[in-house]
């Protein structure tokens, strides 16, 4: 499963999943092949989900429009 960015904020980013199977809470989430946090909570429409990701660290690399996935 996989999603994309649309927001950064603070120690959480936001993606738009590419489908209707989402992740289960507290999944691992993964940007370039390295774990970035894990799920924190669902939002938005139960077609087009969106996923709070709550990140490990602060990390300047993770930017709006990175591709991610999830385990779970």
């Given at each position: 499963m996989s999603g994309r960015i649309v927001s950064h904020i603070g120690n959480q980013v936001v993606a738009e999943s590419s489908s209707k199977d989402v992740?289960?809470?507290?999944?691992?989430?993964?940007?370039?092949?390295?774990?970035?946090?894990?799920?924190?909570?669902?939002?938005?429409?139960?077609?087009k989900p969106y996923i709070v990701v709550r990140l490990l660290s602060s990390d300047s690399r993770i930017v709006v429009g990175s591709d991610v996935s999830w385990s779970g």
């Open positions: 992740p289960d809470l507290r999944s691992n989430v993964y940007a370039n092949g390295r774990k970035i946090g894990s799920v924190f909570d669902l939002i938005g429409n139960v077609e």
